[in-house]
T-cell receptor, first 113, second 113 residues
Framework: GQQLNQSPQSMFIQEGEDVSMNCTSSSIFNTWLWYKQDPGEGPVLLIALYKAGELTSNGRLTAQFGITRKDSFLNISASIPSDVGIYFCAGLWGSSNTGKLIFGQGTTLQVKP | EAGVAQSPRYKIIEKRQSVAFWCNPISGHATLYWYQQILGQGPKLLIQFQNNGVVDDSQLPKDRFSAERLKGVDSTLKIQPAKLEDSAVYLC???????????FGSGTRLTVV
């Protein structure tokens, strides 16, 4: 079935550093989304991407939809302690009405103050 | 708007016992999903409802898992009998249009001992 591979699996960085993570798939997706999950909570949507090559920002977060539609990237600039959590990419499989999201295995981010 | 409500937050049961989880989606969201998230992994879809009909239950272990959505609103997920490998967080999500992403509940953490 469809599978999304995220890298790196985990990152331990110093506060203030920039962070990059990516997500790749063997399948084409027409919509990519990035979620963040805090401990004990459900994932929360950060950014949604709808067009190949699209670059979208949300505050210090920037995500890009790869040209091949088989990958996506998430960058976090000037990391702060509250960025700690697990970041998931997700691709939409199926239509916008009846489709479902396929999730990667996550990138765990730890930030040292 | 109120978020997706799930209960209970935590449940510990012995193997071979049964357990049920409840979800109340965001008002007006026609599509409801149940995901299983095993520690260290991304969420995996168990079942998807559109109103009160099942769209996709291909990954639901039907010999022990069942789910229903009452009157197209609330949903319950049941496991009977539980196995040790069912220990996971069970996430409920709802969406108006999936390409805008889901809203997740906080999840139910199940421990089977």
């Amino acid at each position: 079935g469809q599978q999304l591979n995220q890298s790196p699996q985990s990152m331990f960085i110093q506060e203030g550093e920039d962070v990059s993570m990516n997500c790749t798939s063997s399948s084409i997706f027409n919509t990519w989304l990035w979620y963040k999950q805090d401990p004990g909570e459900g994932p929360v949507l950060l950014i949604a991407l709808y067009k190949a090559g699209e670059l979208t920002s949300n505050g210090r977060l920037t995500a890009q939809f790869g040209i091949t539609r088989k990958d996506s990237f998430l960058n976090i600039s000037a990391s702060i302690p509250s960025d700690v959590g697990i970041y998931f990419c997700a691709g939409l499989w199926g239509s916008s009405n009846t489709g479902k999201l396929i999730f990667g295995q996550g990138t765990t981010l730890q930030v040292k103050p | 708007e109120a978020g997706v409500a799930q209960s209970p937050r935590y449940k510990i049961i012995e193997k071979r016992q049964s357990v049920a989880f409840w979800c109340n989606p965001i008002s007006g969201h026609a599509t409801l999903y149940w995901y299983q998230q095993i520690l260290g992994q991304g969420p995996k879809l168990l079942i998807q409802f559109q109103n009160n009909g099942v769209v996709d239950d291909s990954q639901l272990p039907k010999d022990r898992f069942s789910a229903e959505r009452l009157k197209g609103v609330d949903s319950t997920l049941k496991i009977q009998p539980a196995k040790l490998e069912d220990s996971a967080v069970y996430l409920c999500a709802s969406s108006l249009a999936v390409n805008y992403g889901y809203t997740f509940g906080s999840g139910t953490r199940l421990t089977v001992v």
